[in-house]
């Protein structure tokens, strides 16, 4: 295969969604989930055996759905520490493989073009799901490196010094001070704290305060992206809900707020410890920096309350991603591109290529990076 004229493929592949953009313009998100026909009758119907994307939502009665990141399963947690079944963690890897491969697909790369692309995972993910993570993908790719998101987002908004990246995903929140060497593992932290907390407790103050209302969680999760804040507003959020089958508004500001409010006080917290670790020279630089990345960043508010709770540690000054559904995957993207072609062709080559790449993006490259 020829070197020349590659495609090159940044990918966030997120516990919820998966973002991808490509060198030859293609960007898209989809749900990190695959489904499959429950039955030979639901087979028949949607004519398929394996379904992504939009359709997941659709036909979701008549699929078993496998989210494989789940509850941070083959991420930054040992799939087996998580309960699963020798069965269900070859279905979840299984299932990565068909993300990674129907995500790139999509790009519909031309025969010949060789397909180089980095792939962003959590700070904390380990070694061994690392290495899973490439080799899931190494059937699509002809390179392939895997770095840390909040890594991504840092590169791809060009803040590669003095930074704190604060990832808000669905299950966790990562957090990753950057200083213009890639971040070793000690230094980044995982926090059990993202979106999911919100929906749940969203619902729980909903029952309380409306009990006959009936709200699925995916409804309540719509509301949280539509009207979701921490601060003080002056508008309200009145939505169209359902009891006993008959639709009427109802004003959920007040639920809505304390539901949001929850990540608040230990994602300041964890902020300030992070923080408070580094050389005090460096602390006020980090605190004047700080960016918040993923999805759970665009509740309103979030970037000004943070900035508040660092007030009496010296204050801070608090900036989120223009587009966070693109942010890890354009970072990768970037990475990815500015990774000299003598770099690819090694990590192609090698079976376990140390970081062998000569620019900047050699130190993303983690040292483990395998080859395809
Ligand atoms: N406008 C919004 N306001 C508030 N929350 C939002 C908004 N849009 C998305 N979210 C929430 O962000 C979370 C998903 O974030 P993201 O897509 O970054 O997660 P992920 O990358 O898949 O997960 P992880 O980083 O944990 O692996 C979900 O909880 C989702 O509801
Ligand atoms: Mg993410």
Known sequence: MSDTNPIFVGMDLGTFKTSVASSTGYRDVLQTAVGWPKDHIARTMLGRDVVFGKDLVEHRLALDIVRPFEKGSLKYVEAASTGMSADQIKRHQLATRLIIEYAVARVRPEPGRPIYGVIGVPSRASMVNKRFIMEAASAVFDGIAVVSEPFTIAYGMNRLSDALVVDIGAGTTDLCPIYGVYPSDEEQ????????????????????????????????????????????????AVVNLTINGRPRPFDITEPLKSACRVIVEPLVEAIRDMIGKFDPEFQARLRQNIILGGGGSQLKGLDRVIEQGLVEFGGGKVTKVPDAAYAGAVGALKLAMGMPAQGWTQLRASTAATASTPTTPTTTTEKHSLAV
Request: aromatic share 6%.
């Open 189 to 236: 932290v995982t926090i059990p704290l993202g979106g999911d907390h919100i929906d749940e407790e969203l619902e729980k103050t909903l029952q309380a305060t409306y009990p006959d209302v009936q709200a699925s969680r995916n409804m309540v999760r719509e509301m949280k992206e539509r009207y979701g804040f921490v601060n003080s507003v002056s508008e309200s």
